[in-house]
């Protein structure tokens, strides 16, 4: 089937809701809440142009075969779970649902894919975790998201990962790769150096052995704010920074993680489709997705 024909899952999956019982490899989550963002709106759009474009890489059964890899994907069994059901504009109440599917979709799959809105959702994705001991993050951004507060607000996009510290005491350390810009929280980042997290920014990356600085040997949550990559690549998102991740140093980034660890879920945030009407974006998205389930998934 071509690509714009017939109606738009995760891959062309079978939707199955999670209110019914089913089992599968990869469950795909849309988290369509963008509330919490600083600047420009939109990430809500993102599922459902995650979905459209995924069409353009339908996984068949035999899977995707690569000329020097061979069949890869093969047999793996992908459903697409739908959206959670955002309740705008009540934060709250959109939290507690967010966490309860995120825990329905664990209890089904062996890899949840999460696909937002806004990097807020992280934490309500995160207290789905609070079970697995040693929890490691990895998170791929040109921002920390680490703030307490900011202008007056503890659960913006700015937020995620410092209430997913306080929340949860299995969540041992993170690790931020791609930081740049010139707007850095120093309380932030003193805190989270303070804490022991690590902290690598664009320009540490040349020349660096990322194997001898990536967690190895854990359960590992990976959360992919598309705005570490360059916004010529990717210009749809919120707040884009210049000198950003290449393509290529996304996914030898997501192998080296996801191959030498157990990676427990992952989510992929701050996409705002609208901001690039070449379509593109939404496709790049796609494939770090794809990348993140044949990492996982092909060992
Ligand atoms: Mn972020
Ligand atoms: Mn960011």
């Keep these: 089937m071509l690509p714009f024909v ?4 995760f891959l062309r999956a079978r939707y199955c809701p999670l209110s019914e019982a089913w089992q599968a490899d ?16 939109g990430a809500r759009f993102a599922p459902q142009a995650v979905r459209q ?12 075969y690569h000329p020097r890899d061979g069949w890869r994907l093969k047999g793996v069994q992908v459903i697409d779970a739908g959206d959670v059901d955002i309740p705008t504009p009540d934060y709250e109440q959109a939290f507690e649902r967010i966490t309860a599917s995120a825990r329905a979709l664990r209890a089904r799959v062996r890899l949840p894919l999460f696909v937002g809105g806004d990097h807020s959702v992280s934490y309500p994705l995160l207290r789905a975790y609070d079970d697995v001991p040693d929890l490691h993050v990895v998170q791929l951004d040109a921002h920390l998201d680490f703030s307490d507060e900011r202008d ?13 510290v306080e929340a949860l005491p299995n969540l041992q350390h993170i690790t931020t790769i791609g930081l740049r810009g010139v707007r ?10 303070a804490r022991g997290h690590t902290l690598l920014f664009r320009e540490q990356l040349e020349g660096l052995d990322l194997a001898t600085v990536l967690p190895q040997g854990k359960s590992v949550y990976l959360s992919i704010d598309v705005d570490a990559l360059e916004p010529a690549l990717m210009p749809a998102t ?9 393509f290529r140093e996304t996914a030898q980034i997501i192998a080296l993680v996801a191959q030498r660890n157990t990676l427990v879920g992952a989510d992929l945030v701050e996409l705002t489709p609208q901001l690039d009407p070449s379509g593109n974006s939404a496709l790049i ?3 770090l997705l794809i990348e ?4 996982a998934l092909s060992r």
């Design 292 to 295: 993140v389930m044949m990492s």
């Design 152 to 164: 007056g607000t503890r659960y913006s996009n700015s937020s995620p990962f410092r209430r997913a």
């Design 53 to 64: 474009a995924s069409l353009r890489y339908a996984l068949p059964p035999e899977g995707y």
């Design 184 to 193: 850095f929280d120093a309380e932030a980042v003193q805190t989270a150096r």
């Design 6 to 9: 017939g109606v738009a899952t």
């Design 285 to 287: 998205a796609v494939r």
């Design 26 to 41: 990869v469950g795909f989550l849309g988290v369509p809440f963008d509330l919490a963002i600083g600047y420009r709106p």
């Design 238 to 246: 919120s707040s884009p920074e210049p000198d950003g991740l290449s």
